[in-house]
Each structure stands twice: as C-alpha cells, then as structure tokens.
C-alpha cells in the first residue's frame, strides 16, 4: 500500500528550484604580493615591496571587466622584512585597504585563525565606502561565527559587516558555512564531488532558515594560449617554475583557449556543481588579460555570467575591456622602468 511521505522527510530534500547557470567569477591576486622565498633565512638581500599600485590596476581592470571580487590570500605579504615585522598577518588588509579607491566590486583578503576581527572590520571599513565596492573576509571555519555576529555597537558608524568567504574542507566547516558564510570556497577536482559539496552546503543554510544566500565557488587554475596544446605547453613551464610548493595545489585546471576555459566554466555550473569559479592565473599579465579580454566577454556571449548588483551594464562592460587590459600592461611598464 503506498503512504505519503511525512512533512519530515521531505524537509531533507533540497528545494526544487531550477540551476540558474550564471556563474560568479573571482580572481585570486596573491601572486602579486612578494614571492614567499623572500623570507629566505639569513638572505642578505634588500627588502623587497609589492607594488600597491600595479594591485590596484589589476583590481580595476578585473572589476571593470564584470570580474566580481579579487581575493588576496593569507600568505600575501606586503614587504619582505618578516623577521622584524610580527603583524604581517595585517599585510592582505592592508593592501585591500590601499587599493579601495580603484575598486568598484569585491575586495576579499585572507585573515589566519584568531585574528583580531574588531581590527580588520575597522580596516576593511574604507572599502565598503567606496562607490560600487565591497569588502569580504576569508576566514577560518573557527572564526565564520565571530565574524558574522556584531561584537560592538559602534558597528553601524564603520559601515555593514564584511561579507563572510569561508573554505570548506570538512564535515564541519559545511555546517559552519550554512550558517555564517556567504561566500563558500570548494578546491575539488572531481565534478561529482564538487557537486556533493555544494549541495550539502545549500542544505546546512536551508537548516539554518538562510536558504539561497551563500554562493559555492572552486578554485580554477587558468592558463590560456592560442590553442590548447600551446597552453598546456606553458602550464607546464610555468609549473616546472614554480617548483613544488604551487599555491594552486589541488585546484581544478583549465588549459587552453578561452572558449575551453568557459566550457569549464559552463559545464560545472550548468551541472550544479558550482555557482561559480575563483580563478588562480598562470602567469602575471598574461593569463589575467586572458579573462579580462578573453574568459569573461565570452562567459558574458553565452549568457552565463553573473550580473553584479549594483554594477555598470554589460555593453560598456565589454567595450571596457580592451582599456582595462592597457591599464595592466602600463602598470608592468611602469614597475619594469623602476626596477631598471
């Protein structure tokens, strides 16, 4: 005899809701900050410095190109003096503080477990003051709660909270990123588990009443050419470089035309897989022009690209992209000509 279902069981079932298959689209800038073998013990070498304002172009060029957050991760360092610096964990704060007023969509640095959020929120004030700009927090699944609950009454003078971007890599942080995260980082290979992630994500906030606000992106690492197997020539120089600590260990990888980039991109979001992607490039300029110029306007043909809230429409979007790119390569020409 057939029964029908308790209203209990069906509240374990997800929503049924159609995949929208816009993508959101972030790119991942710690690789302009100071090169990690810097801190070399016992190097005698001068300090070496990020150039704040070539972060800032490329933050410009990515944002004006539809790109809706650059993130800076928690081993981006400013200067390369650690030894007598002992707040360099401030460093990605501070640089999306700097480049604020160039930024007109997401700044997102990357805090370690601990931090003093009551110093970074008062930092991070600055860039959600800026016209179009926001400002995230990656954080640590430890402190998702702190930071997503006000701690001072003063919060609303310093502006609204950062949005929480947390990484999930186990059973608790899912739970953790239901209920505080709205932002979600998967770094997963596998499409089918990629897709397990997100929606076990997508069920802890539904449990937490907060259905529909958090985001599930995966890491891509991106290096494209004229043709594919150009581009899995110079992937494989620029890992051959890079040695074997690569910080995109672990990412999903795209090598090859734009077009098989956006396919990537496409199919992982069409199949539920993920709401979208934060890009790792290959190389500085290169594979950043390749998504400001390249990735981006074709997402944007196909119809899959996130619109921004808030943000310009796409026709001028698309006819900025050329200038974007330009202000990247005067930026390079400018550090190139100082360093010689």
Same mark, same amino acid.
């Given at each position: 005899?057939?029964?029908?279902?308790?209203?209990?069981?069906?509240?374990?079932?997800?929503?049924? =809701?159609?995949?929208?298959?816009?993508?959101?689209?972030?790119?991942?800038?710690?690789?302009?900050?100071?090169?990690? !073998?810097?801190?070399?013990?016992?190097?005698?070498? @001068?300090?070496?410095?990020?150039?704040?304002?070539? /972060?800032?172009?490329?933050?410009? $060029?990515?944002?004006?190109?539809?790109?809706?957050?650059?993130?800076?991760?928690?081993?981006?360092?400013? &200067?390369?003096?650690?030894?007598?610096?002992?707040?360099?964990?401030? %460093?990605?704060?501070?640089?999306?503080?700097?480049?604020?007023?160039? #930024?007109?969509?997401?700044?997102?640095?990357?805090? @370690?477990?601990?931090?003093?959020?009551?110093?970074?929120? +008062?930092?991070?004030?600055? $860039?959600?003051?800026?016209?179009?700009?926001?400002?995230?927090?990656?954080?640590?699944?430890?402190?998702?709660?702190?930071?997503? =609950? @006000?701690?001072?009454?003063?919060?609303?003078?310093? +502006?609204?909270? @950062?949005?929480?971007?947390?990484?999930?890599?186990?059973?608790?942080?899912?739970?953790?990123?239901?209920?505080?995260?709205?932002?979600?980082?998967? &770094?997963?290979?596998?499409?089918?588990?990629?897709?397990?992630?997100?929606?076990?994500?997508?069920?802890?906030?539904?449990?937490?009443?907060?259905?529909?606000?958090?985001?599930?992106?995966?890491?891509?690492?991106?290096?494209?050419?004229?043709?594919?197997?150009?581009?899995?020539?110079?992937?494989?120089? /620029?890992? !051959?470089?890079?040695?074997?600590?690569?910080?995109?260990?672990?990412?999903?990888?795209?090598?090859?035309?734009?077009?098989?980039?956006?396919?990537?991109?496409?199919?992982?979001? %069409?199949?539920?897989?993920?709401?979208?992607?934060?890009?790792?490039?290959?190389?500085?300029?290169?594979?950043? $022009?390749?998504?400001? &110029?390249?990735?981006?306007?074709?997402?944007? $043909?196909? +119809?899959?690209?996130?619109? &921004?809230?808030?943000?310009?429409?796409?026709?001028?979007?698309?006819?900025?992209? #050329?200038?974007?790119?330009?202000?990247?390569?005067?930026?390079?020409?400018?550090?190139?000509?100082?360093?010689?």
């Amino acid at each position: 005899m057939c029964t029908v279902a308790s209203s209990t069981s069906l509240s374990l079932l997800p929503s049924r =809701t159609p995949v929208t298959g816009y993508a959101t689209i972030g790119l991942d800038l710690t690789g302009l900050g100071v090169p990690a !073998d810097s801190f070399a013990d016992g190097a005698d070498l @001068p300090v070496e410095k990020a150039d704040v304002a070539r /972060i800032a172009s490329y933050t410009r $060029a990515a944002h004006t190109s539809g790109v809706s957050f650059v993130a800076l991760g928690e081993s981006f360092r400013l &200067r390369s003096d650690r030894a007598v610096r002992h707040d360099d964990w401030l %460093d990605p704060v501070v640089a999306a503080r700097r480049i604020a007023p160039h #930024a007109c969509a997401g700044i997102v640095p990357c805090v @370690p477990a601990g931090a003093d959020l009551d110093l970074v929120e +008062g930092a991070l004030a600055e $860039a959600s003051r800026q016209q179009g700009a926001w400002a995230g927090l990656q954080l640590t699944g430890a402190d998702a709660a702190r930071a997503a =609950t @006000p701690r001072r009454s003063t919060r609303s003078q310093r +502006g609204p909270r @950062p949005r929480v971007v947390l990484p999930v890599a186990s059973e608790e942080d899912v739970e953790l990123a239901g209920r505080y995260a709205d932002v979600v980082r998967i &770094r997963e290979t596998d499409v089918e588990w990629a897709r397990e992630l997100r929606y076990a994500v997508r069920a802890a906030a539904r449990a937490a009443g907060r259905e529909g606000a958090v985001r599930v992106v995966a890491d891509l690492h991106t290096v494209v050419s004229a043709d594919r197997e150009s581009a899995q020539e110079r992937a494989g120089l /620029i890992t !051959d470089i890079a040695g074997e600590a690569v910080t995109w260990a672990g990412a999903l990888a795209a090598y090859g035309t734009a077009g098989d980039v956006a396919d990537v991109i496409q199919s992982w979001t %069409d199949g539920g897989a993920a709401d979208g992607f934060v890009v790792l490039p290959g190389s500085l300029p290169a594979d950043v $022009a390749a998504l400001v &110029r390249g990735i981006v306007p074709e997402l944007r $043909a196909r +119809g899959i690209l996130e619109d &921004r809230p808030g943000g310009p429409a796409s026709a001028p979007l698309a006819r900025s992209a #050329a200038g974007s790119t330009t202000a990247i390569a005067q930026a390079d020409r400018r550090r190139a000509v100082a360093v010689a």
